[in-house]
């Protein structure tokens, strides 16, 4: 069965008009960090963070504990810090074809700089 590549762990699109300073910061289930990066993105940039080797092996390595079950049970917290000052996050499940997408536009989004969002394939 073919499934395709995975998709990255996370996207950021900057559609704003300034230059935005972006980190990510992963927590598994048990609040471990498990990554943590710092982008400088001009505007209309983006960037997509590749899942690692580690991190696809884990998610899709099937244990058995009386039933069938995954080595990264629970849900991953993503934590964006956006210049230093605006901080969200987002929980998800983790999976080999979903990915978080950051979106920054402070001029027309008049809730919050940017929104955070999960996209499965």
Known sequence: MLVGSPDPLFYIYNNDLQNHEVTVEVFD?????????????S????????????????WSMPWSKGKYTYFAEG????KVILDGETTDTCRTLPHA???????????NNSDS?????????
Request: proline share 6%; glycine share 2%; net charge negative.
């Open 75 to 78: 849900e991953y917290e993503f």
């Open 29 to 41: 289930s048990y609040n471990e960090s498990i990554f943590k990066g710092t982008y400088e993105l």
């Open 113 to 121: 700089p940017m929104r955070i969002r999960v996209v499965t394939v």
């Open 43 to 58: 505007p209309d940039e983006q960037i997509a963070q590749p899942k690692s080797f580690w991190l696809l092996l884990r």
């Open 97 to 107: 074809w979903s990915s978080v997408v950051i979106d920054i536009d402070k001029k």
